[in-house]
């Protein structure tokens, strides 16, 4: 069956503010739609489906916004050594914050709770960290420790990619040797598939069922890829433009970017074969 990759912009800065605004990170969910942090002024603002809202804390620069429910996002500065994960109302009033460790590279947030991936700076560091991969309640409780609480497991030296799984469970992509690992948090276990070293060092990864989607891997010219599991036998599906990020398999799009032209963009594969035979 042919794959198709197609794409849909969903946000665009004005011409007239693009000196004056940037776009810093965003999150789309087809139930709520999307949610953005803008750089505006040397200030960052939030805005809910193009409404901006007023917050009732004033935190550090925030770097990346997640929707967690219909009412409730969050949102997360790279501010160190103070609380630096926010959970916020559609009103903007603080609910819930605590320390998500130092040197986050990822964040994902499913029903089981709030995953923080590292870079290589906090897994060599110090504190929570060097778990290289936690799960967080809602309020910042420790549910699951990567290093110490898994029942088998590889070693994270810096997590290059993290995204959603069906369940409770997500996918990361670890240095040093890039496995493919599907964590469950329920039982604390971990699967692990070998992936071809031609999609090594990608930076985004999304799972659809029996195929996994990569992005950008080493000297990829910000190619993607398809691969289904288990398999060595990598297909193009094209280059994209933009920094990416995987979204959950419940959405009808694979990934969402932020291109060098300040949009915010949708790409879907289309690709039939996913969930045949599961």
């Avoid at 193009?50 to 500065?77: H, Q, Y």
């Avoid at 950008?216 to 691969?227: G, I, T, V």
Wanted: aromatic residues 12%; negative net charge.
């Amino acid at each position: 069956m042919s794959q198709t990759l197609t794409k849909e912009v969903i946000y665009t800065v004005s011409s007239q503010l693009e000196k004056s605004v940037e776009i810093v990170d965003a999150d789309w969910r087809d139930k709520y739609g999307l949610a953005v942090i803008l750089l505006r002024h040397k200030k960052t603002v939030v805005q809910l489906n193009g409404v901006e809202i007023t917050m009732s804390f004033t935190p550090c620069k925030l770097s990346k916004i997640r929707w967690i429910n219909d009412n409730r996002f969050l949102a997360a500065t790279y501010e160190n050594n103070k609380r630096n994960i926010f959970i916020v109302d559609l009103s903007g009033k603080l609910l819930h914050s605590f320390k998500g460790g130092e040197a986050f590279e990822e964040i994902v947030v499913g029903k089981e709770g709030i995953w923080i991936s590292y870079f290589d700076e906090g897994i060599f560091g110090n504190g929570i960290s060097t778990e290289g991969l936690v799960l967080f309640d809602m309020t910042g409780n420790i549910l699951l420790r990567y290093h110490s609480d898994l029942l088998n497991r590889n070693t994270i030296a810096d997590c290059y990619a993290l995204c959603e799984g069906r369940g409770t469970s997500v996918w990361i992509f670890p240095y040093t040797d890039f496995p493919l690992v599907e964590i469950n948090s329920k039982e604390r276990t971990s699967r692990t598939y070998p992936v071809p070293e031609l999609l090594h060092g990608a930076h985004a990864l999304c799972i659809r069922g029996k195929y996994a989607y990569f992005f950008d891997p080493y000297n990829s010219n910000q190619k993607m890829y398809q691969l289904k599991i288990g398999t060595q036998k990598p297909l193009l599906l094209g280059t994209v433009q933009g920094a990416l990020r995987g979204l959950d398999p419940s959405e009808t799009s694979h990934f969402i970017s932020i291109s060098l032209n300040q949009e915010v963009v949708l790409y879907q594969v289309i690709n039939g074969d996913e969930y045949q035979y599961i």
